[in-house]
């Protein structure tokens, strides 16, 4: 069985408007909740074999926390452009090329991307992944080469409204 944890990133500071969209960084928001989502995902039994993300700085940042949480060697994180510029359909395509020694998968991205790549490969339709939003897909599969050919079933949706009161 294969497992695709999709995050996406914390919530991003917006203050600045002479950082280019790639190098915004979480704001204080993003920075409380991407722990404690990091926590919650733990609590859930579920650890990465593999960490992909986006080059952006937002999440990178938000990477650092869930790296802190799973105690993952940042060495072995793979930093992917197409995560952050080329869509859905693209990182379908990464998935599906994974080693299959890797059984489970966190994907830290970006909306509209991971909302869409959820709806494609669940089996719930979830209108939008929100800002550190955690969706967990299990596939009845071996090899991740199946992604693209084979619908995965939601095991959660866990984000940090759920949890948290708004504290802005």
Known sequence: ??????????????????LTDIERPLNKRGKRDAPFMAKILKEKGVYPDLIITSPATRALQTLEYFLDEFKYNKNK????DEIYSMGA???RKLLSNIDDNHNTVFLIGHNPDIT????QLS??????IPTTGILCIDFGFDTWRNILTQSGKLRFFEYPKKYLKKKE
């Open 89 to 91: 359909t693209a990182i």
């Open 116 to 119: 869409s790549l959820g709806n």
């Open 1 to 18: 069985m294969k497992t695709l944890v999709l995050i996406r990133h914390s919530k991003s500071d917006w203050s600045d408007p002479n």
């Open 123 to 128: 089996d719930m339709f979830i209108d939008n």
């Open 77 to 80: 994180v793979m930093v992917r």
